[in-house]
């Protein structure tokens, strides 16, 4: 999930990648490399923002649509900014790597792991300029779950424990004396609302299609590196669903 803390107003655009310029920059390179249509994208985190923003550029490009834990228009209402100034600063001597053991859990080799920070530290800069806030308000006005966007398309969800990563961060962020006590209070009421309305916010993108598919992950929003097996087999489901749904309509396999 971004954690981006801006409450990006319209007037500051210009000034930050909206998920439109995203989307539209996937179209571009699919073109590019000679990948034609249809497509099935499959988003984690503030993907999921760029997925349904092509959603409703391009909908006769998709076939279906995997959303794995993702940022969604109401998320951020319910959460901004996400995680707040308070949550950063109890938490900011926290190391959620070292404290959830995601390096050994990985299963990766060590070239693998030293690959996967070199990747996320090139793109930090751009991840830095995305419009979060702004963007998922310019999809909250394209009303797609109302109109259930994707009709029978193939969909997945997928939730994770994500809010339980969050306490275990401000637990030891707590024990460490971060924050004032004015951070802690609001940090933990933060928490509280993530826990009650996460998941629940989440599960609504079910809504975009009649044929959707819900699948929890019983560990962090890190799961497609934890679990790599079990978000390849949920994402393969979805793949079976598609080509069933191309066999009926007697498409192409």
Sequence with gaps: MSSCPCTLCDDDR????????????LR??????????????VAHSYGGIIARTYLGLYPDDLAGMALLDTNTELLQQCLSPMPPVSFQNVTKDVDLETLTHLREESGMTDQEWEDAIAAIQRTMPASA??????????LARRMQIDRRAMGVKPLLVATSEMPRDWRRMLTEG??????SVQDRDDAVKWVESAELFCKQVQKVQLGLSSNSKYVHFDVGHDFPIRRPDETAEAVGELLDMVARQRVDRGENK
Aim: glycine residues 10%.
């Design 14 to 25: 210009d000034r930050k990648i909206t998920a439109e310029d995203s989307a539209h920059e």
């Design 28 to 41: 571009h390179l699919m073109s590019a490399i000679d990948v034609r249509p249809p497509y099935i994208l």
């Design 129 to 138: 300029d995305e419009a979060t806030h702004f963007s998922g308000r310019q």
């Design 174 to 179: 707590m024990r460490l004396g971060g924050g």
